[in-house]
């Protein structure tokens, strides 16, 4: 894997990852896996009038991994459905090697090119969207 893919951003974004833990009681919860290569994912919310009133999420698993649950611990309080939908398609952009309206993600651009670690980065935006469409 090349070193490029654990810049500082990225170091940073996992390392200073806001929201951290489990949160109880919570309105909704989803944990993921990724069976190929470990990574364990749970994003617990609190919601409030349709939008997310908080979170909390718990990662096991590699720094893409923890840094773009770091961004969702930055980005998705205030975000309702469609708010959550579109920061899933700015990840998707940036994957597809595409400039990010989402500042945070521009460190995961380096990633576009290794098509076997978008999973990494997707897992917890996948359980966000889960947990909100549980509600």
Known sequence: MSDELYQEALLKLA??????????????????????CGDRVRIDLRLKDGRIADLAHEVRGCLLCQAAAGVIGRR???LDRQGVADLCGEVDRVLAGETPAVAELEAFRPVARHRSRHDCVRLPFQALKEAVDVK
Do not use: F, W
Not at 16 to 35: F, H, I, M, T, W
């Open 15 to 36: 390392k200073e990852a806001p929201r951290k833990g489990r949160l109880e009681p919570n309105d909704a919860s989803a944990r993921l896996d990724n069976p190929l």
């Open 76 to 78: 998705a309080v205030g």
